[in-house]
């Protein structure tokens, strides 16, 4: 059974960071891209970030050079870690599985994943 656990989130003022774990089972991580993805309250999910299977990261620009993501194969899990964090980075996040038939490009416009995990909480206030 696909599993994706995220951790880490939690409540942080303006210009903290935080470090968001997801981890996976049921499948091979190393065989799969996946994304980070974030849904504000009473707003669309977004895509945040992705990373493809050979390390390749990709950012939306609003978070572009203020967070990064990452992923331990061996562990089975991806990271995001968020640094300089702004209210408006207040949302759920939610990591999810790029399906084997689709890519990267396609899923950060469609967020036609095929698993994603509960997510967890992040809110950004002082």
């Known amino acids: 059974e696909v599993q994706l656990v995220e951790s880490g989130g939690g409540m942080v003022q303006p210009g903290g960071s935080l470090r968001l774990s997801c981890a996976a089972s049921?499948?091979?991580?190393?065989?799969?891209?996946m994304i980070w993805v974030r849904q504000a309250p009473g707003k669309g999910p977004e895509w945040v970030s992705a990373?493809?299977?050979?390390?390749?990261?990709y950012y939306t620009w609003s978070v572009k050079g203020r967070f990064t993501v990452s992923r331990d194969n061996a562990k089975n899990t991806v990271y995001l870690q968020m640094n300089s964090l702004k209210p408006e980075d207040t949302a759920l996040y939610y990591c999810?599985?790029?399906?084997?038939?689709?890519?990267?490009?396609?899923?950060?416009?469609?967020?036609?994943?095929?698993?994603r995990g509960q997510g967890t909480r992040v809110t950004v206030s002082s």
């Open positions: 999810a599985r790029v399906p084997s038939t689709s890519t990267i490009v396609q899923v950060t416009t469609t967020l036609e994943y095929d698993y």
């Open positions: 049921g499948f091979m991580l190393s065989h799969y891209d």
């Open positions: 990373i493809n299977t050979g390390d390749g990261t």
